[in-house]
């Protein structure tokens, strides 16, 4: 049974959160949902730019350039400040 004086886990204010961490996620959801959306129209693009005929010029100069630089970086930013974020959950315990 749970103790209804004193709980332990309660919203948390505006005050306690720390601004820069609020920021960088949500920098690093939108990265993720605009690397996410040629998947959402076009399922095989990830794989082969050609899928939708925009394979030359800057189609095919932006598809190389999101493969080599920016695909599971901002998965791996994502799972980083997860595990920050839950870090600081357990700190707080």
């Known amino acids: 049974m749970?103790?209804?004086t004193?709980?332990?886990i309660a919203a948390t204010l505006g005050m306690e959160r720390i601004q820069s961490l609020d920021v960088?996620?949500?920098?690093?959801?939108f990265g993720i949902l605009l690397m996410n959306i040629n998947g959402f129209g076009l399922a095989?693009?990830?794989?082969?730019?050609?899928?939708a005929g925009g394979y030359t010029g800057y189609n095919?100069?932006?598809?190389?350039?999101?493969?080599?630089?920016?695909?599971?970086?901002?998965?791996?930013?994502?799972?980083?400040?997860?595990?920050v974020g839950m870090y600081i959950f357990w700190i707080d315990f």
């Open 6 to 8: 004193s709980p332990k």
């Open 24 to 29: 960088m996620r949500g920098f690093v959801l």
């Open 60 to 83: 095919l100069y932006t598809w190389i350039t999101t493969n080599m630089f920016f695909e599971g970086t901002m998965r791996a930013l994502f799972s980083l400040l997860f595990g």
């Open 2 to 4: 749970l103790d209804q």
């Open 44 to 51: 095989k693009a990830y794989i082969d730019p050609t899928v």
